[in-house]
């Protein structure tokens, strides 16, 4: 998906003009992800994709058609199971599809706005009024949010900027994005403004709400066996990994080559001057408890949103208490991760990189997607 956006901006940036298509809604088993996007460019090329299959082809030729009359386009698709298999899609579900056309050098940019408050490690909430209409002002749609107040772009409505202040704190806490309604009782709006922004006939406006957040971090702390591992398999799940270890022959760019970053120190001089956020993790994973420990009594000092610890329980029971017994916080503690990872039976370096990934990924999501594939035998 952040591809997609920077690819916007590149494309913009050179003159040229596309159509951009983005997953609002859906129910159901899809087979993509809930932030899907995918561009449509003038010259036919596209980045990303919504999903493959008949409904991309879909897209493809409604992205043609969005370039052609610059009006955005509501796609509702709904596809069961057994037409999933014959079409080329793995699932089925229903999905709303919302694309809009991309003009380029409109000001402010907030897309480009959105890619450089993602590199910044700076928290974001694009909202975007979903409209049928081509507008004489194409940003009067679209506003960009941020926590400390800071705003780009304008709605024309005038009744949505408080509530969209409100939704944006919501979808930045849940880290997921939503079309919010706002009734149309509440909208101050005479039959011009609201023709114009295609709100007539409806029963009120809808706004997507869609937050950016800063990029994982995970600090792997330890670039054996097992640290290898989890560094691979994290940066293919979409994490800017950095290994750490205090010797060269265990963190340089041979040893891990999927690593965004190695850095061979001490583990308090790297604590030092490592930036720390919510949207950081850190693994212990070094060659001896007592390194392990360093790193787990410096991280519980830090904003981290994950800290994890291999070993055993009788292990993280003895770490903890010298921590605790040196001033360490007991209720921070007891938050780390240990032992780290899924409990599925792991016994190589690989399967406890999966195991560990795998809780990654769970905390990152924050377990709010159901599972719905049963047990066999439950």
Known sequence: MEDVLQEVVAMRREGGRGALASLVESSGSIPMSERAKMLIRDDGSVAGTIGGGCLE????????????????????????????????????????I?????????????????????????????????????LPDEEANKMLLFPDGDRLGRLDAAALNECVEQWAAEVLQRERPRVFNLPEESLALDSSSREELGAAGVEGLEVYLEPFMPPPVLYVFGGGHVGAQICSLAKNSGFHVVVIDDRPL?????????????????????????????????????RGHQHDEIVVELAIRTP????????????????????????GDRSRLEEVYAPIGFNIGADTPEEIGISVVAELIEVRRGRVKEWKTKRAGA
């Open 250 to 286: 265990f963190a340089n760019p041979e040893r891990h080559p999927e690593a965004d970053e190695c850095v061979a120190a001490e583990i308090e001089e790297v604590f030092e001057r490592l930036p720390f956020d919510d949207q950081t993790y850190v693994v212990a994973a070094t």
């Open 57 to 96: 082809a879909e897209i493809l030729t409604v992205g043609r058609e969005v370039l052609s009359t610059r009006c955005p386009h509501t796609t509702r698709y709904t596809m069961t199971e057994k037409q999933a298999g014959e079409s080329g899609l793995n699932c089925g579900g229903t999905v709303r």
């Open 304 to 327: 981290a949103r994950y800290i994890g610890m291999l070993g055993s329980e009788r292990k993280k029971l003895i770490l903890w208490n010298r921590i605790e017994s040196r001033g």
């Open 98 to 134: 919302y694309t809009e056309p991309v003009e380029p050098d409109t000001e402010p940019d907030l897309f480009a706005a959105v890619v450089d408050a993602r590199s910044r490690r700076r928290e974001c909430v694009l909202a975007t009024v979903l409209t049928s209409q081509k």
